[in-house]
Structure formats: structure tokens, C-alpha cells
């Protein structure tokens, strides 16, 4: 069989294989805080998924009898807290419907300046966004932050205005975390384009088709500062389905404002208005210390309440969405303004009064930004931007309010309803129409003196 193999003679110095250092192994390593747990118990909890599992879903946790309960997986801000493979979706945003004047620094620069200005995310050091990818094809883009935490708190910026329009955003298709994970915070000004399922969530129903999204607001506007809005559209861009999601910041204001724009008419609609949760209760009728209270709010003015059974009696007309203050601080153009005004509503019949309602003047203790709202605010108190139109006749009011509803004023199309003279409006309507003062008259001639 021919010559044995030899071997060759083991060196003296050399150390036997069973007392050797094996290099360690990353086989079999338990997880901190599962050294009681087996790797086919480890495995049962749900929190290690294996390679090509779905990551679009998190498994529920389970429990065996007799050992400690399992540990989240710590991913360090990187991603959902129990399911590592999630990290880059739970960072990431979706932005959309932008236009080629977005590129990805601006929108970066953008994020970077409001976060740090808000004061909003994790704080730490440097920039909250590591890249952002646009894709204007499909006009989209997508926002990868430096943590999940960041991205969560990003969320709050939607609706915010950004160059040319609102950003629109979401989170990814491909994201696995809790839809219910969402924004701690409220950006003050910006409305949200995406209104959450709660028990505050409002339906808004019967839209004239012909109103777009800041017509409706306007009319919302007037019961309390909006949280989120979304006016459905065909297609998500497409003309309007007549109805409406929203949601106001003060939860207090939900029952009042379905009172009030309930059964309201708008053109040659009624509007339907509840709310949109499921076995929540509807808009019921409230006691007139409700209405009292709401009043008392701060920055909350008292509801339009509609004519309601009192149609027959509202003789005032009231319409939104047709002046800006920025067309009423000028005296010249006020008064064009508002002899076109009578002049057209005066072909419906006698008009006894009309009121258009003046902006602040504005000087230099107006300079920074906080003095500019506080005189937006009280613009608003003091019903700035409405037209109140009292004719003698409620049969010419109505005639009026089928004829303007809906009608284009400056381009803007003309949102109207009906009043009483008992209609609680903030102002007050006998406020709006009280008598004006009077140019001073002449002095008299001064008396003969004596001979």
C-alpha cells in the first residue's frame, strides 16, 4: 500500500488544542437581559425577526410562564424601539406634492432652521436631517433625520407653508411603527393637512363644491384656532367631494362649533356637521351657559350661530372670504370697496346698513413678529375681513344670499350665510352696528355783543 504518511514532530513549546483560547464566538450570545431566555425562547417573543421577514410588521411580545418579561431591543434612537429593522423607516418623512423651486438643500436648510427655532426634536448636536432625496418626477421627496424622535417631532410641521404652498407630510408606506406615535407638539399657526382618528375629530358635510380649502377655514376660523384640516378631494388634488376632516387645538370648542354650523346655510346647501369618530356622540344642543363659557376662553371669539327656525327673521346678510385687511387700510380704496358693495347689494332691496369692519393701524410698536399677531388677533376679534349687509326686508336677505353665495369678489369666491338680529357673533352685532360718530358740526356764530 506503499509508504505510511509521516507526520511531521510537534514543537516542545506548543500548547495542547484542549488548553488553547478559542477566539470568542457571537453564537449563542444572550441579549441583555435574556440570559434566563434559551435562543429558541428568545426567539418566541417576537422581538428578533429572522432574515426576509415581513418589516412592515411588529410581532407581538410573548411572555413565557416562568421567566422574567422579555426587554425591548435598544436601538439608541435609531429606530422603533423593539424591532431594529425598522431604524431607517421610523427616520425617514414623506413630503409631497412639491414643485421644482424645492431642491434638497433648501428644504434641508428648512427643516434644520424651524426645528432649532421651535425647539423641537432630540437637541442634539449638530443638524436634525442627514439627507433628504426629491424625486420632482412624481413630486415627492423624502426626509431622512438623524433619529426617530426627530422624524416623529418633524411631523408636526405639516401644513406648514413652505415657498409657494403647504408641505404635505407622512410618514412612509414602508413603515412599521404605531400610526398612533405621532407629534407631541403643535406648531402655532400651522395647520396640519392630516387630521388623526380622536373623539375631537369633526365631519364637516354638504360643501358648496365651489369652495377650496382657505374659503372653508375662514368659516371655521371664527369658532377657534384650527389644529388639522383636510378638504377631500377627487384624487387627492382633484375638485372637492363637498365634504371635510378637522380639529380644533382647544378640545372645548368641538361642541360648540357643531352647534353652531350645523344645519348652516351656505349657498343653496345646509351644511351637515358632527363627529367623525365612530359611536362618539353627535352634536347635541347646548345650554346657553355652554356658549357663555366657550365665550369666556381666551383668543376664542362666540360662535356664528345660523337663523336656524328664526329663517323667516334674518333680515342680515354676512359674508367671509370677501375683503382682506390689506384692501381695507387704505381709505381711498375702503371707500370703493364699500360703495360697490352697497351698490350691488342694494339690487336685492332696501339696505338699511352696512358695516365692513377697519384693521388696526399699524406703526412702528408693530415691528416684531409677536406684536404683528397680537394685531392680526384682535383684527379678528373685531370681525376684520366679514361684510355685515342689514336690509329691511329678510325676503331681500335671502334673495341676496342665493344671488352672492358662491359669487367672485377680487377673485376670491364669496362664502355667505343668514343672521338674526339676535345672532351671537363676536363682535356683538349691535356693536357692529352701532351708530357712528357723527362729523362734528359747525360752530355756531357767536352771539351780538351788547351796544
Not at 417573543?45 to 432574515?51: A, D, I, S, V, Y
Not at 412612509?172 to 405621532?182: A, L, Q, R, T
Amino acid at each position: 500500500m506503499g509508504t505510511p504518511e509521516r507526520r511531521s514532530p510537534t514543537p516542545t513549546d506548543a500548547v495542547p488544542l484542549a488548553m488553547r483560547k478559542r477566539k470568542a464566538s457571537g453564537w449563542d450570545v444572550h441579549a441583555p437581559g435574556y440570559e434566563a431566555y434559551s435562543a429558541m425562547q428568545a426567539k418566541q417573543t417576537g422581538l428578533f425577526n429572522l432574515p426576509g421577514a415581513n418589516r412592515t410588521q411588529i410581532p407581538p411580545i410573548l411572555s413565557i410562564p416562568g421567566l422574567p418579561p422579555p426587554m425591548p431591543v435598544q436601538t439608541f434612537g435609531m429606530g422603533i424601539g423593539s424591532n431594529p429593522n425598522l431604524s431607517r423607516q421610523s427616520r425617514r418623512l414623506y413630503i409631497g406634492s412639491i414643485t421644482t423651486d424645492v431642491n434638497e438643500q433648501n428644504l434641508a436648510d428648512f427643516f434644520n432652521e424651524k426645528m432649532t427655532e421651535m425647539n423641537i426634536g432630540t437637541g442634539g448636536p449638530g443638524n436634525p436631517v442627514l439627507a433628504v432625496q426629491c424625486n420632482y418626477e412624481k413630486s415627492y421627496a423624502f426626509v431622512e433625520f438623524r433619529s426617530a424622535e426627530d422624524a416623529t417631532a418633524a411631523m408636526a410641521f405639516d401644513g406648514i407653508i413652505f415657498i409657494n404652498g403647504p408641505l404635505k407630510i407622512r410618514r412612509p408606506k414602508d413603515y412599521g411603527g404605531s400610526e398612533s406615535v405621532g407629534p407631541s407638539t403643535h406648531v402655532p399657526g400651522v395647520v396640519s393637512t392630516n387630521v388623526p382618528d380622536s373623539i375631537n375629530k369633526i365631519f364637516v358635510g354638504a360643501l358648496p363644491a365651489y369652495l377650496n380649502e382657505e374659503q372653508v377655514m375662514e368659516l371655521l376660523k371664527s369658532f377657534g384656532e384650527l389644529k388639522a384640516f383636510n378638504l377631500v378631494r377627487e384624487g387627492g388634488s382633484g375638485p372637492s367631494k363637498g365634504f371635510a376632516f378637522l380639529e380644533y387645538v382647544d378640545p372645548d370648542v368641538t361642541d360648540v362649533a357643531i352647534q353652531a354650523l350645523h344645519g348652516m346655510e351656505l349657498g343653496d346647501k345646509k351644511l351637515i356637521v358632527q363627529r367623525a369618530s365612530v359611536g362618539a356622540k353627535s352634536g347635541l344642543a347646548l345650554p346657553p351657559e355652554a356658549y357663555a363659557a366657550a365665550a369666556a376662553i381666551a383668543e376664542i371669539p362666540k360662535p356664528i350661530l345660523p337663523a336656524g327656525e328664526n329663517q323667516d327673521e334674518a333680515r342680515i346678510l354676512l359674508m367671509l372670504n370677501m375683503v382682506v385687511p390689506e384692501e381695507l387700510g387704505d381709505e381711498q380704496e375702503y371707500q370703493d370697496i364699500y360703495e360697490d358693495i352697497k351698490e350691488e347689494c342694494g339690487g336685492y332691496g332696501e339696505v338699511l346698513d352696512l358695516r365692513i369692519p377697519k384693521p388696526t393701524k399699524k406703526d412702528r410698536k408693530w415691528g416684531d413678529s409677536g406684536s404683528i399677531r397680537e394685531a392680526q388677533m384682535i383684527d379678528e376679534a373685531n370681525g376684520v375681513g366679514r361684510v355685515y349687509v342689514k336690509y329691511a326686508d329678510p325676503q331681500a336677505a335671502q334673495v341676496a344670499l342665493k344671488a352672492l353665495a358662491g359669487r367672485s369678489f377680487s377673485g376670491r369666491s364669496i362664502v355667505a350665510t343668514l343672521l338674526t338680529d339676535d345672532s351671537q357673533t363676536t363682535p356683538p352685532l349691535n356693536l357692529i352696528f352701532a351708530p357712528q360718530p357723527s362729523e362734528p358740526s359747525a360752530p355756531p356764530p357767536p352771539a351780538p355783543l351788547p351796544e
